[in-house]
């Protein structure tokens, strides 16, 4: 039987969640050792033993078919001795977003997937990563740590939409629950991107990391308030994080190159989710938001890939020939 070559699209996918993985099991290991709580130490355990297996098996899939295995992130960029940075409940809340941001990432790549093998793959980060995060928000209700949306009372009849006044930014109707959940689970995100960025401020020896990561601060903040406006303006609580998600530990933890490296992957992310929410809204106020934070996050993730660049820390993704670079070459 003749073997399929692997498509452009598998590749790509098999590329992007090589490295992410390499960089998400430094930070599993570092948990791993520094968490105190044993049951969500088993969540983290859990965690970390499927990102290695899935390490794994696309490093079998890039050699089997003579590409070269990409270096992604290794013990070099984490410092296993340093002292507890981020408390149990952040752990927690990094292994549920990490579960959430899976279920998705993966479910796209296996979309965008052709042959069994990589479908199998792909298939089976999908159930992994949706055990992660079920075990993850378990342990959090167990705990008291996890933060649940919203409850509202709606209404005991259907109703359909009469007139344009539904979608006014002017007189602004109550939030409607497809509305209130992206708002919701928009501000728990940049809880966390803001508490990571405070972590990497107060840990980098590098005056320029400290200053991009303060802007994400900030920008993060920002963001909170805005989301957290507009659900007050309808009397509903925005979440609250629990107390502590970092320690006063000013230790450098994790290299510049993999910090900044996650903060573009979770631009990337946060890009995706304002998308998302801009496109389920159906109050125009709520979309001019979205599509004017969603440039912000675009900004600064430049800012975090022209960093990369000046450092020499972008790795590229494989790309297709230069055919005017051959006949070029070819020629002279």
Not at 146 to 151: A, F, I, L, S, T
């Amino acid at each position: 039987m003749a073997v399929v070559k692997l498509t452009a699209s598998e590749i790509g996918m098999l590329w992007t969640q090589y490295v992410q993985n390499t960089m998400t099991i430094q930070f599993l290991k570092y948990f791993s050792k520094t968490v105190e709580d044993d049951e969500i130490k088993s969540v983290v355990q859990f965690a970390e033993e499927f990102s290695s297996t899935v390490i794994e098996d696309m490093q079998g899939i890039f050699q089997e078919e003579e590409l070269l295995v990409p270096d992604g992130f290794n013990e070099k960029d984490v410092n296993m001795e340093a002292p507890k940075l981020f408390t149990d409940a952040f752990i927690l809340m990094f292994l549920s977003n990490m579960g959430k941001a899976g279920v998705l990432a993966y479910g796209a790549s296996l979309s965008a997937s052709s042959r069994e093998d990589v479908r199998q793959l792909f298939s089976r980060c999908v159930t992994e990563t949706t055990e992660l995060f079920n075990r993850a928000v378990d342990v959090g209700l167990e705990k008291g740590l996890h933060v649940r949306p919203p409850q509202v009372d709606v209404p005991r009849e259907i109703e359909y939409v009469e007139g344009k006044k539904y979608l006014s930014p002017f007189n602004k109707r109550s939030l409607n629950t497809i509305e209130i959940s992206h708002l919701f689970e928009n501000i728990k995100t940049n809880m966390l991107g803001e508490a990571i960025c405070a972590a990497f401020a107060q840990t980098t020896t590098s005056n320029e990391i400290v200053a991009y990561m303060k802007k994400g601060e900030d920008i993060s903040s920002k963001h909170i308030q805005t989301f957290s406006h507009i659900l007050d303006g309808s009397e509903i609580h925005p979440p609250m994080a629990s107390n502590g998600l970092i320690t006063n530990s000013t230790t450098q933890t994790f290299s510049d190159r993999l910090i900044v490296f996650l903060m573009s992957v979770l631009s990337t992310t946060g890009q995706g989710n304002y998308s998302a929410a801009s496109t389920a809204s159906m109050r125009y106020d709520l979309v001019l938001n979205y599509q004017r934070l969603s440039v912000e996050v675009a900004l600064y993730a430049k800012d975090g890939l022209d960093l990369m660049i000046k450092h020499g820390w972008l790795e590229e993704p494989p790309q297709a020939p230069d055919r005017n670079e051959l006949v070029e070459h070819s020629s002279s």
